[in-house]
Structure formats: C-alpha cells, structure tokens
C-alpha cells in the first residue's frame, strides 16, 4: 500500500498521520503544538505545518519544509516562532533527533502541574522511560528564542523532557519511535495519576529490577513499536483517504 511512496512523501504521510491520531484523542491544544520531522537525507531542512493549520484537516501536501532560521523553502504558510524556536534548535544541535513531538495532552500535562513531576518506574508502562527522561523543573516562555539552548541541553542524553506546567517533549530518530513513545507516556501518566488519585502508597518496582527489565522492554519496543505504526498506517489510510492528498 505504502512501496510506491518516496521518502519524503512517506514522512510526510506518516506525519499527517500522527496530527489526525491526536486530533481524534484530543492530544491536540487547537493550532498550537508542534509536531516535526527533518527531511530524509537533510541536515538543514524540516517538515513543520503551516500556523493555523487544524490537526484534524491536516493532509501530507500541507508541510512546510523550512530551515532553522524559519525561512519557508517550499509550501504555503509560516512556522510557528515557538515550534521554530524549540523544534529549530533541537535538530540543529541534537543529530539524532530526526522527529520531534511536543504536545500538551492531559494526562501528561497534568502530572508536569505537580511539585513533583516525577514519572515513578510504578508501572510495566513506565520501565520502558528507565534514564531516559529528563526534566524541566521551570516554566518557559516558547516564545523565548533562548528556550532552545535551555531545551537543548536536557535532550543532548534523554528521549524525553518533561516542561514544568507546560507539557512534553520526545525526541527520537524516526517518527514512529516518537510517537510509540508517546503513547507509552501516556498510559504511564495516566495510570500513574489514577493510583494516586487513591491515596495510596505506590509499589514503585526496586531499582535493580526496573534497569533489566525497563532495557528487555526498550528492546521489544522497537519491534512491536513498528508493528503499531504499520497498524496505524493501515487503518489511517482508510479512514482518512485525503491523508494521501
């Protein structure tokens, strides 16, 4: 279904897919967030949606390819100055982070609004983010061109930040590992703050047993994380024709 597509119009497709999933989950905040991927085979380019795109109308011909001074090199629009000031200076400085998705969805949101926004290693969930999450303690402004270096330097080691009242930020190699993260995150904040929300001490699991079995699911993640997406792409692909578009 998929082998006719360039790379470049595969990333494409696979970013609009992910806008409609969190369009349909209400991940989504209105027009604002940033979800972005860097071209394939480009150190300077990246696809982000134009500013006042609606995540839910989102097609694969509407990204912008931009560089990281926000000049617009092909599609109709502009990047947002807070995408381009966070997303603009995470791939420029961190190589690796080929996409980047940054959301404010509830469940995560919500636990970023604690004193303490630790995600504890309490669930099968949460093993698979064992030393790979770093942590914002301080609100930002995004619309602060200094935010990047601020943001930049908790990602150089980690996968994931989570922004003091503000929300998230997963940073990976491909886009179907950033959004595989995602979701895990998620159900891990969401569960997380459903045990608490009891009162109740929470059975965080011994460092000893998070770090060999947080590294087993880090493994299969990589597997099954594909077959999701491919999952995805199917059911996308025929609820959404006008993905393609």
């Given at each position: 279904?998929f082998?006719?597509?360039s790379?470049?119009?595969q990333?494409?497709?696979?970013?609009?897919?992910?806008h409609?999933?969190?369009?349909d989950?209400?991940?989504?905040?209105?027009v604002?967030?940033?979800?972005?991927?860097?071209?394939?085979?480009?150190?300077?380019?990246?696809?982000?949606?134009?500013?006042g795109?609606?995540?839910?109308?989102?097609?694969?011909?509407?990204f912008?390819v931009?560089d990281?001074?926000?000049h617009?090199?092909?599609?109709?629009?502009?990047?947002?100055?807070?995408?381009?000031?966070?997303?603009?200076?995470?791939?420029?400085q961190?190589?690796?982070?080929?996409a980047?998705?940054?959301?404010?969805?509830?469940?995560?949101?919500?636990?970023?609004?604690?004193?303490?926004?630790?995600?504890?290693m309490?669930?099968?969930?949460?093993?698979?983010?064992?030393?790979?999450?770093?942590?914002?303690?301080?609100?930002?402004?995004?619309?602060?061109?200094?935010i990047?270096?601020?943001?930049?330097?908790?990602?150089?080691?980690?996968?994931?930040?989570?922004c003091?009242?503000?929300?998230v930020?997963?940073?990976r190699?491909?886009?179907?590992?950033?959004?595989?993260?995602?979701?895990?995150?998620?159900?891990?904040?969401?569960?997380?703050?459903?045990?608490?929300?009891?009162?109740?001490?929470?059975?965080?699991?011994?460092?000893?047993?998070?770090?060999?079995?947080?590294?087993?699911?880090?493994?299969w993640?990589?597997k099954?994380?594909?077959?999701?997406?491919?999952?995805?792409?199917r059911?996308?692909?025929?609820?959404?024709?006008?993905?393609?578009?």
């Amino acid at each position: 279904m998929f082998d006719d597509l360039s790379p470049e119009n595969q990333l494409r497709f696979d970013l609009a897919l992910i806008h409609r999933y969190m369009a349909d989950h209400q991940w989504n905040e209105g027009v604002v967030n940033h979800l972005t991927a860097m071209l394939p085979d480009s150190a300077e380019h990246f696809l982000a949606l134009p500013y006042g795109l609606h995540w839910s109308e989102v097609k694969s011909s509407d990204f912008l390819v931009a560089d990281f001074d926000g000049h617009v090199i092909s599609g109709v629009g502009e990047v947002e100055p807070s995408n381009l000031n966070i997303h603009g200076a995470i791939h420029q400085q961190v190589p690796r982070a080929r996409a980047i998705l940054h959301s404010h969805q509830p469940n995560i949101t919500a636990l970023t609004l604690l004193k303490d926004q630790t995600i504890t290693m309490s669930s099968q969930h949460a093993l698979r983010f064992v030393e790979r999450i770093a942590y914002l303690g301080v609100y930002g402004d995004p619309s602060d061109t200094a935010i990047g270096g601020i943001i930049v330097d908790s990602l150089k080691t980690k996968d994931v930040l989570m922004c003091a009242n503000h929300g998230v930020i997963i940073s990976r190699p491909y886009l179907w590992d950033a959004f595989d993260d995602l979701y895990f995150l998620d159900r891990a904040c969401e569960i997380q703050l459903k045990a608490m929300h009891t009162g109740r001490e929470l059975n965080v699991i011994p460092e000893s047993t998070d770090n060999d079995y947080g590294q087993n699911i880090i493994k299969w993640s990589k597997k099954e994380g594909q077959k999701h997406f491919i999952a995805l792409r199917r059911m996308y692909h025929k609820k959404y024709p006008d993905l393609v578009r």
